[in-house]
């Protein structure tokens, strides 16, 4: 009875060394998804407001399918909010693959279009830029996907 103590003591030390490693395994690890503007078409507008089909490209550099059951994606020009956009609709990125899909942004052009003016007065060469959102997961463990990207428009030839 006394070599008994000390094996439940082992076994129960045992079982909390693996226990987490045991769950590493068992839950996957989702890489971020790039996402990139392949096309933009006005849709429809004013002076005040401009709505957008944007083609954006995702891709999945995971070893299984994403299902992605919505996005959301704002994008900032020269350090602004310039435009904003929603879609609702479901698709499934395929593991180490990559899909297309549209979304309509809604923009204020005017204020894009000053601060634009603004850095070629200032005789600047480009212009920053960048996209952010999350793509929300239909997966039980995993419900969003944040992502961010930054770069810059080339100003050459505005002038």
Known sequence: MLMLKPLRLMGALMT???LPA???LVTPKFGRPTVTVVGVELVSGN???QNFRVKFNIQNPNDRALPVS???AALNVGGEPVAQ???DHAFVVPAAGNIDFDMIITANMALALLKLANKVDQHADSID???SGAARIDLPFLRNLPFHQTGSFS???IR
């Open 47 to 49: 002076l005040l407001q």
């Open 70 to 72: 919505g996005l959301q």
């Open 16 to 18: 909390c060394l693996l």
């Open 22 to 24: 045991a769950c590493s």
């Open 129 to 131: 830029y960048d996209v």
């Open 155 to 157: 100003l050459n030839g």
């Open 85 to 87: 956009g929603q879609n």
